[in-house]
């Protein structure tokens, strides 16, 4: 028989929610819940065009209001499905081969979001009245520029005094076996947009022009080589990369007007959004360069210290699978970032990563029980 976590999964993929859409998959959730004894809530934010539906949805414990709270976080939206012909099923027609079940989402991080849903059916169908309350904060708005998701509903939680002690975050944090690896913390994120201005001309009279790529480029050779922090206990040091540099007209005697850059920060506890600008501003203007600068502040870092939650987690990993999960903050950044300034302990937990964002996405279906066994086995540690 199909396993309940797989049947969900299934029926979460089946639907199309490329950012910021949400296909239907949060109402099919709140659907599972509500009988469960949840309050959904709906919370829509966005212009028209790039609506994003959010849920919220909590199921109060015996305590009342006093109640400790353990919430579930994630996302319904995917991020878009690539060429449709390079892959060997349609990403949004769940299917099983070799073990694994394909589709978009399989892995980042519907999977997650069904697992979650059957480890609360789990627990309340054997234990009707847990102590703490359980809630699920869900967003269709993760994987595009994540304005109007998670972090409306925390602005939300936070103006009504709703208090969360605990969350899981379902990205998918595994390495290379279920219950590897679990995020208790993320880099910084600040991007920079940088313009760098000149003065055109002929390229065989240079003395009439200013050439925006000669004058940038000491200033550019020294932002790649300086080492911004050491990082820490937690960290790996900062980081500082261009990823895009456009300068020229296309013409090879024509000396460029301006060059445009992008460069992004991966950046640690060690060092501040305003250090990291301080600090690019000087080095660029001690090279007298005429130039614009447009910042971009993507998230910043946090921290999940070794606490009640990572041990529950921990615990319950290594008693279904004989791992021992290793806390990490590598990786990109996720919407923990904006829980985790609501919520003291805030980690992610979820199935291994290697085929997230790729063309024929999947999770070995070897996963999906034990995972969902993993979210109850916690559930039961903290609120039960």
């Known amino acids: 028989m199909t396993s309940p976590t797989r049947k969900l999964a299934e029926a979460l993929i089946a639907r199309h929610s490329v950012t910021p859409a949400d296909g239907g998959c949060q109402e099919l959730l709140a659907e ?34 006093d109640a400790p709270v353990l919430a579930f976080a994630g996302h319904t939206d995917v991020v878009p499905t690539g060429p449709l012909e390079q892959w060997h099923s349609d990403p949004f027609i769940p299917t099983e081969r070799d073990g694994k079940l394909y589709g978009r989402g399989a892995a980042d991080m519907k999977t997650s979001l069904a697992a979650m849903v059957v480890a609360v059916e789990g627990l309340l169908a054997a234990q009707p009245q847990p102590q703490g ?58 991007s920079g947009h940088l313009s760098v201005h000149g003065v055109q001309g002929h390229i065989a009279y240079p003395h009439l022009a200013q050439n925006p790529i000669h004058l940038a480029a000491p200033a550019l050779a020294e932002l790649a080589a300086m080492q911004w922090d050491a990082g ?21 005697n024509v000396i460029p007007g301006g060059l445009t850059l ?37 998230g910043e870092p946090f921290l999940t210290r070794p606490g009640s939650l990572s041990a529950a987690l921990q615990a319950a990993i290594a008693a279904e699978t004989g791992q021992h999960a290793e806390l990490s903050t590598t990786g990109g950044t996720s ?13 992610e937990f979820g199935p291994p990563n290697a085929s997230i964002h790729q063309i024929d996405e999947h999770v070995e279906l070897r996963f999906l029980d034990p995972l969902a066994a993993i979210y109850r086995r916690t559930l039961e540690a903290l609120v039960a």
């Open 32 to 65: 599972r819940l509500r009988p469960l004894g949840f309050a959904c809530e709906f919370i829509e934010a966005g212009p028209d065009e790039f609506r994003v539906r959010n849920l919220w949805a909590l199921r109060p414990g015996q305590g009342g209001a």
């Open 133 to 190: 309350s359980i809630a699920f904060l869900l967003t269709s708005d993760e994987e595009g520029p994540a304005r109007d998701g998670t972090v409306r509903v925390c602005e939300a939680l936070q103006q009504r005094g709703q208090r969360l002690d605990w969350c899981i975050v379902g990205e998918p944090t595994s390495v290379s076996t279920l219950g590897d690896t679990i995020k208790n913390g993320r880099r910084g994120s600040l």
């Open 232 to 252: 820490n206990a937690h960290f790996p040091p900062t980081s500082w990369q261009m990823s895009n540099i456009r300068a020229g007209t296309g013409a090879t």
């Open 262 to 298: 992008d460069f992004n920060f991966r950046f640690s506890t060690e060092a501040t959004p305003q250090s990291l600008k301080d600090r690019v501003h000087a080095v660029l203007d001690r090279h007298g360069l005429n130039y614009t600068l447009d910042w971009t502040l993507g």
């Open 335 to 347: 919407d923990a970032r904006f829980i985790a300034k609501i919520c003291p302990q805030v980690v």
